[in-house]
């Protein structure tokens, strides 16, 4: 086992860190983010409140990533050869302020508000991981494409096509990076940037949302988000149908 994936094992399994507590678990919430091949095998439990996500809610994030190469001093998150190429998968916990006493994701009626919940992958591809790894605002492009709604017994679900910004990056190109989170990712290596390949890349990416409420302004969100490549979105069917029995969909 290189050092460096030793380092991203331990980093991810020391979250939260002190001082910050993870409130699905807290009112008795499991996430389980089961491994798929290809993932680290391990999960991080990263906790925002909402003055860090600048918006009415408190997030939790539980995720995994792909695994180190053997050898290897950076996850696959950063091969733009690899069906993992800026993958991470898992759950989202959602903590409500809105004033009307809703549930994130839902509109005061119950019916659910899909562009409210796509603030969250947008929260947190431009800002929580682009931006902490030193993304400049400049190159932040989450996008969406296209959205299909369904639903899946209790579940609201959202097919979703988007661009994001890459976390592929040269280091010397980063403004002000969280380095914490190299201790997750690793370095990206300078061969992943080869054929005038861009820092923080626009990406075409397409997955799958699940979101329900779970408890008083308490949502609950799964699922995955995977390149628009035909290995992509093998990975991503394989992350769906491994995660659904453990949300009691299938």
Excluded at 13 to 23: D, I
Excluded at 144 to 172: F, K, M, N, Q
Excluded at 199 to 227: D, F, K, N
Aim: aromatic share 12%; proline share 8%.
């Amino acid at each position: 086992m290189g050092l460096q994936r030793q380092l991203a094992i331990l980093a991810m399994n020391a979250t939260p860190l002190p001082g910050k507590t993870n409130f699905l678990e807290e009112a008795g919430i499991p996430t389980p983010v089961p491994s798929v091949p290809g993932s680290i095998g391990a999960v991080a439990h990263e906790p925002f409140l909402a003055f860090d996500t600048k918006r009415l809610m408190d997030l939790l994030v539980a995720f995994t990533i792909g695994d180190f190469p053997s050898g290897g001093g950076c996850s696959e998150y950063f091969n733009p050869k690899s069906p993992w190429y800026n993958v991470f998968y898992g759950a989202y916990g959602v903590r409500s302020y809105k004033r009307n006493g809703s549930a994130w994701g839902f509109k005061s009626d119950g019916r659910p508000d899909v562009e409210e919940m796509l603030e969250v992958p947008h929260l947190d591809y431009n800002f929580l991981t682009a931006g902490e790894l030193g993304c400049p605002a400049s190159r932040m492009c989450f996008e969406v494409l296209d959205v299909a709604l369904g639903r899946e017994g209790a579940w609201h679900t959202a097919d979703v096509a988007c661009l994001i910004p890459s976390g592929l990056h040269r280091v010397e190109d980063a403004e002000a990076p969280d380095l914490t989170y190299y201790a997750v990712f690793g370095v990206p290596e300078e061969d992943y940037l080869a054929g005038g390949r861009e820092s923080y890349e626009p990406v075409r990416m397409r997955g799958r949302m699940y979101w329900r409420p779970v408890a008083e302004r308490l949502t609950l969100v799964w699922g995955g988000l995977c390149p628009e490549t035909p290995e992509g979105q093998k990975l991503m069917h394989t992350i769906i149908d491994t995660m659904a029995p453990h949300y009691a969909v299938r």
